[in-house]
């Protein structure tokens, strides 16, 4: 028997309830400012009754339910409480168009879907091609929302609260059940819904709260989204195992971040290297470096420069990790109690190990660049798999080894180094995009002949994304044509932020489009 023993989120939260009651659980600050907190009795209570709502609105063990809300105590009501009856989140992103939502919903199966009045629209827009769902939960609508007769068709969270048992369900949940499923923007499979269990999400906490060294002293600031792996599985999860003070933003604000810092006594958050370089922007304070932090987990290398300035000026400790929704997040992180590398992605977590191939599978020597593998236990150490694609999962799952696609090296000191991807993923302020579900929308307008999306480096999103077009004979296209396209079909973020039409796309011996060429086109320009 592993760490994870036969634990389940829901027993997870059950015991933080038992052990620590009134000590502060969440702190919540709203777009407008307004904060609200919850002990971690509250919030057991709160997630008791939202299973209890839940069980009595006919979901059950094994339904899936997407939760579509952006980020809020309610969010993670809903997820532990669809975790003690043994039902399915799956977290979707706000900024996601109706064609995308549509998909998500009928992919995953969703029998329900638990959102808030902003988005009540776009789920009312899909519902007539969602054959599945059967029940829309409202959340927040107490909030901006008190007039109940403006909802008659949905379930009201906050007005059902006092009408639902207070006491957890007796429903039997196996580390084994399902969790999560997160669509993530990997191109390993090609739909790429990533199945966690209980188990993953248990060892997610365990193994965060242990390598972050956090404490019930601590305080972690989440400013980034709850429907990424980051989020729940690098913020949330360890704070609530540590039993801890999670503070959380309904969204990330540059301008306000350290003066938040200060005002919540944050010890400990999570960034990315896009945020960091946008905090890093803002104006010099004279109270930046007089704050409580730690310690700042973030993805995505910056600059030895701007690690230094960062580090400096607000007084921090800056430290880098690699991970995947497909091995739980933070998989290899510079280690806390060892010797720490600037733009190093650390050492492997207890629980997996690492090794760099070759195309051939065979570990390659020291400072040889290759593609990063993760060794673990599906199910428990690294995911289960990949939703309805068997053939995708046992692909990228080979003899308990994941293939990650991205490509490193590990130095002399066994330290790991992140290059680059191999599979085409671009990075883009935090979010993942999948080049090909970009390309596949362009092709379909019908002035397009041919399109290839290309990433290169940005400032402050780290990745930049052009489209390279050849336009059909005979055709005239402009940048506004396929804006106004994508913008009906894409998320806001994968849209492309330059548009360059060609006659032709270079190509290499073997006829595929010669990408180096273009990204070298693109960073000589």
């Known amino acids: ?34 904060n609200c907190s919850y002990s971690f009795a509250q919030f057991n209570d709160r997630a008791n009754r939202y299973a209890n709502l839940f069980a009595g609105k006919g979901i059950k063990k094994g339904d899936k339910v997407v939760v579509h809300l952006r980020n809020c105590p309610e969010y993670l009501f809903a997820w532990f ?27 995953s199966d969703a029998v329900a879907v638990v959102t808030q009045p902003d988005y009540l629209g776009l789920i009312r827009e899909v519902l007539p091609t969602c054959q599945s769902l059967r029940e829309l939960f409202l959340a927040r609508t107490s909030i901006s929302y008190p007039n109940s007769e403006l909802f008659p068709d949905v379930v009201l969270l906050d007005e059902m609260m006092g009408d639902v048992s207070p006491y957890p369900p007796e429903v039997a949940v196996s580390p084994d059940d399902d969790v999560l499923i997160i669509f993530s923007s990997s191109t390993n499979a090609q739909y790429s819904a990533v199945e966690l269990t209980h188990a993953n999400a248990v060892y997610a906490g365990i193994f965060g709260a242990q390598v972050f060294k956090m404490t019930p002293e601590d305080r972690d600031f989440m400013v980034l989204p709850l429907f990424h792996v980051n989020g729940l599985f690098i913020s949330a999860l360890p704070t609530i195992t540590a039993g801890a003070t999670l503070v959380m933003t309904e969204q990330f604000s540059a301008s306000r971040y350290m003066e938040q810092v200060r005002h919540y006594a944050v010890t400990t958050a999570s960034l990315v290297g896009a945020t960091v370089r946008m905090v890093l922007n803002q104006p010099v304070h004279e109270l930046d470096g007089k704050n409580k932090l730690r310690l700042i987990k973030f993805a995505i290398p910056v600059s030895d420069e701007e690690w230094q300035i960062f580090e400096t000026r607000f007084n921090v400790r800056l430290c880098d990790l690699w991970g995947l929704t ?86 002399e000191d066994g330290y790991f180094h992140f290059l680059d991807r191999i ?23 019908h002035k397009v002949k041919e399109v290839v999306v290309i990433a290169a480096p940005d400032p402050i999103r780290d990745e930049a994304m052009t489209a390279f077009i050849v336009v059909k004979d005979g055709q005239t296209c402009t940048e506004e044509d396929i804006i106004a396209w994508c913008s009906q079909r894409l998320a806001k973020f994968k849209i492309p932020s330059f548009i360059k039409f060609r006659g032709s796309l270079p190509r290499d011996g073997t006829g595929a489009v010669a990408k180096d060429i273009l990204k070298r086109e693109i960073t000589t320009q």
């Open 1 to 34: 028997m592993d760490s994870i023993g036969y634990g389940n989120l829901g027993k997870t939260l059950d015991y933080k309830a038992y052990a620590l009651g009134s000590r502060e659980a969440i702190v919540y600050e709203d777009a407008e400012g307004k």
């Open 81 to 107: 409480g669809l975790a003690k009856i043994g039902a399915v989140m799956v977290p979707t992103n706000v900024l996601s168009t109706p064609p995308e939502m549509q998909h998500f919903i009928n992919y």
């Open 326 to 411: 497909e091995t739980l997040g933070a998989t290899t992180i510079n280690p806390l109690d060892g010797k720490l590398k600037r733009n190093c992605v650390g050492l492997p977590r207890l629980g997996n190990e690492v090794k760099i191939v070759d195309e051939s599978g065979a570990e390659v020597a020291v400072n040889t660049p290759g593609e990063m593998v993760v060794k673990g236990v599906p199910g428990r150490t690294i995911m289960k798999g990949y939703y309805k694609e068997p053939a995708a999962t046992a692909n990228i799952i080979r003899d308990g080894w994941v293939f990650t696609g991205d490509r490193g090296y590990m130095d």
């Open 423 to 445: 599979k085409n993923v671009i990075k883009r302020a935090g979010e993942n995009i999948a080049a090909p579900e970009v390309e596949k929308v362009i092709a379909a307008y």
